[in-house]
């Protein structure tokens, strides 16, 4: 079965770091890009960038350039998202999706809720 | 602020048909696809390309597109249909970087 499993939900504070991750399995990790994708409480879904896990070549959409790093560890199927000093509007559900044709994300992970707050 | 447009809100009496639209420059040279959302749930992909549905999507979902604006049509809404749907697609700006449309509110009444 094709999946993505992320990690866990998380509780941090203003200015800690944080890295979340998501796990590939049941196909060629390095075959398809990843995507991360931000929703905001009761708002809408928002790309953020994603990664090619073959070579780590990464795209971030405006938005979140410079705001978090998007990494991969192709020898563990695992990509990231990570963030060096964290800001209560980043308290959001975070999504990794990987892509059926370019933009149409037809594997998605479960999430992970994000809270930061002091 | 999304560079795909969707209405906030639309309803449905049971077993009709909706339209859902999606509009934005990027639409005129790219398809859009659609997601279904349920509350506490992951987005699920249920129409891409010209008019696809990947496997164990009910075929009353189905999609088009005109000039700056993509559809999403359900013919004979069931109950379980309700839920958010978001469209996404290639931005405008040429960059391979992905847009989703604020998302629209499904009601099946």
């Known amino acids: 079965e094709v999946q993505l499993v992320q990690s866990g939900a998380e509780v941090k504070k203003p200015g800690e770091s944080l890295r979340i991750s998501c796990k590939g399995s049941?196909?060629?990790?390095?075959?398809?890009?990843i995507s991360w994708v931000r929703q905001m409480p009761g708002k809408g879904l928002e790309w953020m960038g994603r990664?090619?896990?073959?070579?780590?070549?990464?795209n971030y959409s405006p938005s979140f350039q410079g705001h978090v790093t998007i990494s991969a560890d192709k020898s563990i199927s695992t990509a990231y998202l990570q963030w060096s000093s964290l800001k209560a509007s980043d308290t959001a559900m975070y999504y990794c999706a990987r892509p059926l044709t370019e933009h149409a994300f037809d594997i998605w992970g479960q999430g992970t809720m994000v809270t930061v707050s002091s | 602020s999304s560079e795909l447009t969707q209405d906030p809100a639309v309803s449905v009496a049971l077993g009709q048909t909706v339209r859902i639209t999606c509009q934005g420059d990027s639409l005129r040279s790219y398809y859009a696809s659609w997601y279904q959302q349920k509350p506490g749930q992951a987005p699920v992909l249920v129409i891409y390309?010209?008019?696809n549905r990947p496997s164990g999507i009910p075929d009353r979902f189905s999609g088009s597109s005109s000039g700056n604006t993509a559809s999403l049509t359900i013919t004979g809404a069931q109950a379980e249909d309700e839920a958010d749907y978001y469209c996404?697609?290639?931005?405008?700006?040429?960059?391979?970087?992905?847009?989703f449309g604020g998302g629209t509110k499904l009601t099946v009444l």
């Open positions: 990664i090619d896990p073959s070579d780590s070549y990464t």
């Open positions: 996404n697609s290639r931005d405008s700006s040429g960059n391979p970087h992905v847009v």
């Open positions: 049941g196909y060629s990790f390095t075959s398809y890009w």
């Open positions: 390309g010209k008019n």
